[in-house]
């Protein structure tokens, strides 16, 4: 897979704490990257961000900027920040979930109490709440810069002469 976060600038975004597990921590990231990422991004747009992740062309789009529209100023986060809160909304469900041949448990310390499930869905709620800000301004900086990323405008079905078609799709958690 290739991701386009490692869990250490995970953890510049997010507080996951000090000891991090990449056997836990990747595999969220991959699913926050392929289940959310590529539903905003479209397809297209989607393989032609990872394939330009190392472009300094794309930078921008990765670790924020500040862009025009319609003579206001806006900052956008990037991609970086979006993909966190995607991962968070997921990690945030999983952090104390061990899968074992004996099935699913959850750690619990001597002074500790496991948090109730609700309340973890809705801080998972939250984040998401985040990225969908966020993406919106995200979606404006695209927008302006159709000629910096042709791939965005077409991205959905492929085809050129086509107005990109996106849906709003809603999830239970």
């Not at 990257?33 to 393989?47: A, H, S």
């Not at 025009?68 to 104390?96: E, R």
């Not at 979606?139 to 959905?156: A, E, G, Q, S």
């Amino acid at each position: 897979m290739n991701n386009l976060l490692t869990p250490e600038q995970i953890k510049s975004f997010k507080d996951i704490g000090n000891k991090i597990d990449d056997k836990k921590i990747i595999p969220i990231i991959e699913q926050a990257q392929i289940v959310e990422l590529k539903e905003v991004l479209g397809d297209r747009f989607y393989f032609d961000v990872i394939a330009n992740k190392d472009n300094v062309e794309y930078s921008d789009l990765f670790t924020g900027s500040t862009f025009t529209y319609y003579d206001v100023n806006y900052y956008q986060d990037g991609l970086n920040a979006l993909l966190s809160d995607y991962f968070m909304s997921k990690y945030i469900l999983q952090v104390n979930t061990n899968l074992t041949p004996f099935g699913a448990t959850q750690k619990t310390g001597n002074d500790s109490e496991p948090t109730e499930r609700n309340t973890l869905k809705d801080i998972s709620t939250q984040q998401l709440q985040l990225a969908g800000a966020r993406w919106e301004i995200i979606k404006m900086y695209l927008d302006v810069h159709l000629t910096k990323f042709p791939n965005w405008k077409f991205n959905i079905n492929g085809e050129v002469n086509s107005e990109p078609y996106r849906t709003l799709k809603f999830r239970k958690i």
